[in-house]
């Protein structure tokens, strides 16, 4: 077996599904990191009169680059997912409660694309793959692929900083990687 063999091996299982790699990144107990790779926009500008207008919380839309990797933001637990596998939420223990939700409209693909490796009351590390989702096959059916990444418990906080910025822009917003800090919190 070559380099690229055990490579493959790593990575897909027997039956040829894709396993991606966690991700490696420093955390602190205050930040939530950028679950997947993209380039940022407000929350008003989402697609979603929920979600633009803060009503699950407060974060960000990312609108994804690459593999539709969704990685853990936070060091938690999984508080709730769904059986559509379109969102997922997260509690830290220090009271931050993340929810990411990927795609608008998405439920209504009934799980199609969407492939989840955590379940509810598990514990979580920040850069832990929780799911994978097909970003073509969000296009396809007629979706936003956008996915929004907000704390959702807002009024538990003093503050909440959006800090999510690079150097790197596309179309004037700035593109994110995994692990990149988004959202910093004070009590």
Do not use: W
């Not at 490696?24 to 407000?42: E, H, L, W």
């Not at 596998?85 to 795609?103: F, K, P, Q, Y």
């Not at 996915?147 to 179309?171: E, M, Q, W, Y």
């Amino acid at each position: 077996m070559g380099l690229i063999d055990k490579l493959k091996s790593k990575f897909v299982s027997a039956d040829g599904t894709f396993n991606p790699p966690d991700a490696s990144f420093a955390t602190r107990p205050d930040t939530v990191y950028a679950p997947v790779s993209g380039v940022i926009i407000p929350l008003e500008e989402v697609n979603d009169e929920v979600i633009s207008a803060g009503l699950i919380g407060n974060g960000y839309g990312i609108l994804p680059t690459g593999t539709g990797v969704l990685y853990a933001p936070v060091n938690g637990r999984i508080a709730a997912t769904t059986v559509t596998n379109h969102s997922i939420g997260i509690a830290t223990h220090d009271g931050i409660e993340v929810l990411i939700h990927i795609g608008i409209g998405t439920v209504n693909m009934n799980g199609k694309g969407f492939r989840r490796f955590v379940e509810s009351n598990d514990e979580v590390r920040a850069g832990q793959v929780l799911m994978t989702f097909d970003v073509d096959a969000i296009k396809s059916a007629g979706y936003d692929e956008v996915v929004a990444c907000v704390v959702s418990n807002p009024d538990a906080f003093k503050k909440i900083r959006h800090v999510g910025a690079s150097g790197t822009l596309i179309g004037d917003r700035p593109l994110v990687k995994v692990g990149d800090p988004l959202l910093t919190v004070k009590k």
